[in-house]
């Protein structure tokens, strides 16, 4: 079993950054690809990024291209979301979430484990 722990969300102003991380147990970490999803109140839960198992491929859902950053540490067992200029839009809970498949995908279905969320509010 895979167990993923989020951590980092908070309040911010807009216009503010905020570094989020998942924490993965176990030494399987680098077998996963990850993501980040989130979920806004009434809303579906929503693709943000995806990074590969060695980390050299990365995908953003198209409002956080440009302003957030998905990245890894194998090593630590770790993946950040490093999130700048955020807009209240961005406010949700965001999950972390761990895939087997080799195959990129967006969809929830696809992945295996997930955090149980931290929540980020960005005040206009």
């Known amino acids: 079993q895979v167990q993923l722990v989020e951590s980092g969300g908070g309040l911010v102003q807009a216009g503010g950054s905020l570094r989020l991380s998942c924490a993965a147990s176990?030494?399987?970490?680098?077998?996963?690809?990850m993501a980040w999803f989130r979920q806004a109140p009434g809303k579906e839960r929503e693709f943000v990024a995806r990074?590969?198992?060695?980390?050299?491929?990365?995908s953003y859902e198209d409002s956080v291209k440009g302003r957030f950053t998905i990245s890894r540490d194998n090593a630590k067992n770790t993946a950040d979301l490093q999130m700048n200029s955020l807009k209240p839009e961005d406010t949700a809970v965001y999950y972390c979430?761990?895939?087997?498949?080799?195959?990129?995908?967006?969809?929830?279905?696809?992945?295996?484990?997930w955090g149980q969320g931290t929540t980020v509010t960005v005040s206009s």
């Open positions: 979430a761990a895939d087997w498949g080799g195959i990129y995908t967006r969809s929830p279905l696809e992945y295996e484990y």
């Open positions: 176990g030494r399987t970490f680098s077998g996963y690809a």
């Open positions: 990074i590969n198992r060695s980390g050299d491929m990365k």
